[in-house]
């Protein structure tokens, strides 16, 4: 008795014989009644809904935003041609679509650095087991889950020039002048200071998600893989760096993926607390995308700019899905 | 002798066309000659009419509006009549929307944003109604027909606009021995007086509705313009534009805080209401505010004429709001009923609004006014429809103009001149952005 034969399949003279045996001519029809084929069709069914609905959902819009940015469309004409690369050169041109290029990255970027030490802290933290970890664990997630238009506004009050709760803590211990002075904050209406502003209503809305992420990717930990390192003398941070970053690698970088399209896809942020003011400090690409594509009328210019986020998305999502595929083998 | 036979040239008119034009004829004659008898047609009955508008500054209107207006009028023609409200500034989006979808209501107001242009061919023509509630009503102002006006023909009834009049402050102003702002120079100086008393003044350096409207008075007022009459040229790049964005620079150094920077539409309201700014240039919504919310300071709030330039120019640029019918509406016979009724009634609009809504007919507009004709304080209002302008001014509110306007272009040419970029500097930007705009819908 062979190996094979041990785990249930066929000697291998066998499968010599099978492969040797004459191949009697078959009708195309017949083919369908064979097993593999019967397999594959099982299989494809199997996967036309999942298929289908990328296509319908994700596809179509998809296809349609490409061709809107290929065409003069505007919100009140049914009919539209094609005009080539036009509305990428009129984009090219504007000034502010510069502005809101760079502001688009420098979000991405700085809102991606403080979620991931947020989010990695508060992972930790709701790792550890202390009284009220539940009620804890269910008030982390009310950022994200709040609607949007609420929260925001919320800290728009918090941000008022004159009525602001975090200037007036801060004036109350001592560490800026009055309303009126030299030191107190105006939040939305410095240039820099809008813009961290928004980052940080977009950081508070969406680290939670970030440690959600990473808690599940810790508790997925064999527990016995960590303590090993711990009796071999490994410190916090190199079991962080060799063992659990490695693990949860592919959880990690799928919620990195997450983040990046969230994040650069926020509208709603910056257009509920400056509309991308003061004079564009803290315009974005969805917010010009939006005010030209839909405020001004012009479809296919504000496709056109919002496909420009393709660019910024695509090499992230190769990277991360390169790893991810590397890792598997 | 023989008598030529005149010659049979075939009609150009088919059978199917001629039926179409003289049945819309006819039906468009008795509408009209309904509506002048203020009977409604008897084929609106049983029918149901949706309307999309905003959700009104003074919330009282529309409740009334929805309770009582509304549903006296729907229960008079036995048309259901539903009204939906939504954000004014999500009426584009939703107008995109429903123009996409070919469905949804039979009435869309449009605020601020008026999108006549983009969207008249997917608009009912209701040249007939504007005809017929101009002539009764003693005409519209002349600012009004090139919000609605395309190619000749009208796609949408004015229903109101809201005036942004000088809110300043009468005891302050008085104990300062400061003249009232009946010019910008008079409010510049008020407003460098009282700064250092701790009591600044502001105006929207920042993207909001607001900004676009006051800077464009300002800009008007100093004699300056957005485009020609014909809407195709622009006249911004203007030593008249040098001079009011020069002025904004020493109002802003002189008389303002940094915090205008981060103003949206209410900021202004709440400075004013708090008691520290000195005047704002703002809708009365800033007034009744603060009536609501701080009576010591609304007793010495008062209303002033829009300042005048340096040539004596007053202009005041207005937050437009329009009523559209739907091409695609099943229901347009009663949707122009309700359009014709509501400007009849227009008078009860606003006393519910407290005198928010201003009057776009001439009959409505001559003195007393409701409500703002009876209030001392209030009064000046009525002298606002002579000077009152919209966006483009003094040309109609075109496609580009709204690209400007969606994209803040104008206020952002005064919030760079304030931040200490040189006038030249923002001129050759803010008209760049003009050319930019303007060709590419030329292009186009």
């Known amino acids: 008795m062979t190996t094979a034969s041990l785990h249930g399949g066929p000697e291998p003279s066998a499968r010599a014989a099978v492969v040797s045996a004459p191949v009697l001519p078959t009708s195309h029809a017949s083919w369908w009644r064979t097993h593999s084929a019967q397999r594959k069709t099982f299989g494809y069914t199997l996967l036309a809904p999942a298929a289908l609905y990328v296509l319908l959902l994700v596809g179509a819009p998809f296809l349609f935003s490409l061709w809107l940015a290929v065409s003069d469309a505007n919100v009140g004409d049914p009919v539209a041609h094609f005009v080539g690369l036009e509305n990428f050169r009129a984009a090219w041109e504007m000034d502010t679509f510069w502005i809101a290029f760079r502001n688009s990255v420098v979000f991405l970027v700085v809102a991606a650095i403080f979620k991931g030490l947020l989010g990695t802290s508060l992972a930790f933290l709701l790792l550890q087991n202390f009284r009220g970890k539940k009620l804890i664990r269910g008030l982390v997630v009310i950022p994200f889950t709040l609607p949007i238009a609420i929260s925001v506004l919320s800290w728009k009050w918090m941000y008022d020039s004159q009525f602001s709760v975090i200037n007036w803590v801060l004036s109350r211990a001592g560490l800026i002048g009055s309303y009126g002075s030299e030191s107190w904050p105006v939040w939305l209406g410095q240039p820099k200071l809008a813009l961290a502003a928004c980052i940080a209503v977009n950081v508070w809305r969406t680290f939670p998600f970030s440690a959600i992420v990473l808690l599940a990717g810790f508790t997925a930990i064999p527990l016995e893989v960590l303590d090993a390192a711990k009796v071999d003398g490994c410190t916090f941070f190199q079991r962080f760096r060799h063992i659990v970053t490695p693990m949860i690698f592919p959880i990690l970088m799928i919620g990195f993926l997450f983040d990046t399209v969230f994040t650069l896809s926020d509208l709603s942020v910056v257009y509920l607390l400056t509309q991308g003011g003061p004079a564009n400090a803290t315009k974005i690409l969805p917010v010009l995308a939006y005010q030209i594509g839909i405020q001004a009328g012009n479809l296919g210019r504000g496709a056109a700019i919002a496909l420009f986020l393709v660019p910024l998305l695509l090499p992230a999502l190769i990277l991360v899905l390169r790893n991810i595929k590397r890792r598997e083998w | ?444």
């Open chain 2, 1 to 444: 002798m023989s008598v030529s036979q005149p010659a049979l040239t075939p009609s150009t008119v088919s059978r199917r066309r001629f039926l179409t034009v003289a049945g819309a004829g006819v039906t468009t004659s008795a509408l009209l000659t309904m509506l002048d008898a203020r009977q409604a047609p008897a084929q609106i009955k049983g029918t149901t009419l949706r309307i999309l508008q905003w959700s009104h500054f003074i919330p009282a209107y529309d409740a009334w509006f929805d309770n009582k207006f509304v549903k006296d009028w729907g229960d008079k023609n036995g048309v259901k009549v539903r009204v939906d409200h939504i954000p004014h500034l999500e009426l584009p989006a939703r107008m995109a929307a429903e123009f996409a979808a070919g469905a949804g209501h039979d009435i869309i107001m449009n605020g601020s944003s008026i999108l006549t242009r983009l969207y008249y061919k997917s608009l009912a023509d209701v040249s007939d109604i504007y005809d017929s509630i101009g002539k009764k009503r003693g005409g519209w102002i002349p600012t009004a027909k090139p919000l609605v006006e395309v190619e000749g023909k009208q796609y949408g009834i004015p229903m109101f606009y809201i005036l942004l009049p000088m809110l300043y402050r009468k005891d302050l102003f008085d104990a300062n021995n400061l003249k009232a702002p009946d010019t910008w120079e008079l409010a510049r100086v008020a407003a460098r007086t009282l700064k250092p008393k701790g009591h600044p003044t502001g105006i929207q350096f920042s993207q909001c509705a607001d900004a676009n409207l006051n800077w464009r008075s300002v800009l008007f007022s100093f004699g300056g313009a957005e485009t020609d009459p014909s809407g195709e040229n622009i006249l911004i790049d203007s030593k008249e534009t040098r001079e009011a964005l020069r002025f904004a620079k020493a109002l802003f150094d002189e008389g303002m805080t940094p915090e205008v920077f981060s103003w949206d539409d209410a900021s202004d309201n709440r400075f004013l209401a708090s008691g520290v700014g000195c005047w704002i240039h703002d809708a009365i919504s800033a007034y009744r505010t603060t009536e609501d919310t701080n009576p010591d300071v609304f007793k010495n709030t008062h209303i002033a004429m829009e300042p005048a330039g340096p040539g004596g120019k007053r202009v005041s640029t207005s937050a437009a709001n329009v009523y559209m019918i739907w091409k695609f509406s099943k229901n347009q016979p009663a949707a122009k009923e309700f359009l014709v009724h509501f400007m009849e009634e227009f008078k009860d609009g606003m006393v519910q609004s407290r005198g928010y809504n201003m009057p776009y007919l001439l009959g409505d507009a001559q003195k007393p006014m409701p409500i703002i004709g009876s209030d001392p304080k209030m009064q000046i209002l009525q002298d606002f429809p002579k000077i009152v302008a919209f966006y483009g001014y003094p040309g109609p509110f075109t496609t580009p103009v709204q690209e400007v306007v969606n994209l803040f272009v104008l206020p952002d040419m005064f919030t760079r001149v304030a931040r200490g970029q040189s006038v030249d500097d923002v001129m050759k930007w803010g008209v760049g952005e003009y050319q930019r705009i303007f060709s590419k819908h030329k292009r186009a």
